[in-house]
Nanobody, 127 residues
Framework: QVQLVESGGGLVQAGGSLRLSCAAS????????MGWFRQHPGEAREFVAA????????YYADSVKGRFTISRDNAKNTVFLQMNSLKPEDTAVYYC????????????????????WGQGTQVTVSS
């Protein structure tokens, strides 16, 4: 069974930065996709960013391009989300997710393909 443990959320002023981490444990991973999603209060979960172990490709939602960077440490089965130039509209609960099939392309933006989810971490950006 895969477990995902997130860390790094918190409160920051607009324009500031935060770095989220998500460590996967429970088995050996060779070809996976890991992503970040977020959920605003009362809204559906939305895609933020993803990266694939197999190709090293990265994907971003238009709303975060140029501000957020996803990276990974394959040896530690950990994915990071560096968030810069944060805006109040980035306030949300952020979830990391893992797709054991390692899908690439547009599929990474859909939460239906992810098998495991973290517990979520709150990010609050004050204006």
């Amino acid at each position: 069974q895969v477990q995902l443990v997130e860390s790094g959320g918190g409160l920051v002023q607009a324009g500031g930065s935060l770095r989220l981490s998500c460590a996967a444990s429970g088995r050996t991973f060779s070809s996976i996709t890991m992503g970040w999603f977020r959920q605003h209060p009362g809204e559906a979960r939305e895609f933020v960013a993803a990266t694939t172990w197999r190709t090293g490709s990265t994907y971003y939602a238009d709303s975060v391009k140029g501000r957020f960077t996803i990276s990974r440490d394959n040896a530690k089965n950990t994915v990071f989300l560096q968030m810069n130039s944060l805006k109040p509209e980035d306030t949300a609960v952020y979830y990391c997710a893992l797709d054991r099939q390692g899908r690439v392309g547009p599929a990474v933006e859909s939460d239906i393909w992810y098998d495991a989810w973290g517990q979520g971490t709150q990010v609050t950006v004050s204006s």
